[in-house]
């Protein structure tokens, strides 16, 4: 495809392995944007793109070139949108690229459970196919800390939910975002909510202060200390102990982390949980920041 200047509105996010789709701005910034941890879209005002921008948009990508196969909806969550609005969308983009086979977004818990069983089944079999949810934690005491607006209830709930319509869920959890006071509580009961969604994705990125650890201290309320290297794998440890999943495909890959784990859980938690000790273990440290990956 030609380079197509899109005029985003910047910073654009999309998860790595959006890489090579189609990414159309629906929504501007992040309808909650109150997370402490993250500032991805603190810059942005909210807003809902107008209807006519994006066909327009659609068409003119089309009048260039219509392979496109994969679409990635930005920015924070733009499943916030109506399910009537989001399946307009969905439509025009299928008569335009008749070869899309796979259209994601980023969601909230509280989008998903915005939509009613037959609006999800409508999104899905119009092609909505992969949401990512940044369930961040499954422990309800650190969520309320980090001002996420979601519960483990409230994530679970979506979760399900979006399942139950046969949409696909990768799930992100952060590594970290407790500080070493809630390590522990963060680890198992983050475990505990996959463990009841059991997703087809699974990541984890490491607690990163962008805007500098002081701001996000000072939002914390309680105790916070950040947790070095070595915790962060030991939380990871704890994470895995507790994971019991069927078949999730796992990736601990985001530049944010040092160790890099990839695998699929199950099948793969004792060879994954056996790198995660030899990292504990190793005074050097070194080997910590090897690409320890595991072929699938
Ligand atoms: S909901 Fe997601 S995008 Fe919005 S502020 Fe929280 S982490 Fe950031």
């Known amino acids: 495809m030609r380079f197509l200047h899109l005029g985003y509105d910047m910073p654009l996010y999309r998860p790595p392995s959006e890489a090579n789709s189609l990414i159309l701005q629906l929504t501007i910034g992040c309808s909650w944007n109150k997370c402490t941890f993250c500032e991805m879209y603190k810059g942005k005002k909210f807003r809902v793109r107008k209807e006519e921008e994006i066909i327009e948009e659609i068409n003119f990508l089309a009048s260039y070139n219509t392979d496109v196969r994969r679409v990635f909806f930005a920015d924070g969550n733009a499943m916030v949108l109506s399910a009537e609005k989001l399946l307009n969308i969905i439509k025009k983009l299928r008569d335009k690229f008749p070869k899309i086979h796979r259209i994601s977004a980023y969601a909230l818990p509280k989008d998903i459970l915005s939509k009613s069983d037959v609006e999800l089944n409508q999104l899905h079999e119009a092609g909505l196919d ?21 519960s483990y209830e409230s994530t679970l709930l979506g979760s399900l939910k979006a399942k139950k319509a046969g949409i696909k869920l990768s799930l992100m959890v952060v590594n970290g975002l407790g500080g070493k006071k809630y390590s522990y509580q963060h680890a198992v009961n983050s475990a505990r909510l996959i463990n009841e969604i059991q997703p087809e994705y699974l990541s984890t990125l490491v607690l990163t202060f962008p805007y500098g650890e002081k701001k996000f201290i000072e939002q914390f309320p309680g105790e916070f200390e950040p947790l070095n290297q070595v915790d962060l794998v030991h939380e990871m440890e704890i994470f895995l102990e507790h994971s019991n999943l069927e078949c999730s495909i796992f990736r601990s890959d985001h530049a944010s982390n040092h160790l890099i784990l990839k695998g699929m859980l199950g099948r793969d938690k004792g060879i994954l949980l056996k790198k995660v000790k030899q990292a504990i273990k190793n005074p050097e440290f070194s080997a910590i920041k090897e690409d320890w990956q595991l072929g699938f």
């Open 130 to 150: 992969l949401l990512y949810v940044g369930i961040e934690s499954g422990d309800d005491e650190l969520l309320q800390k980090v001002n996420k607006g979601e």
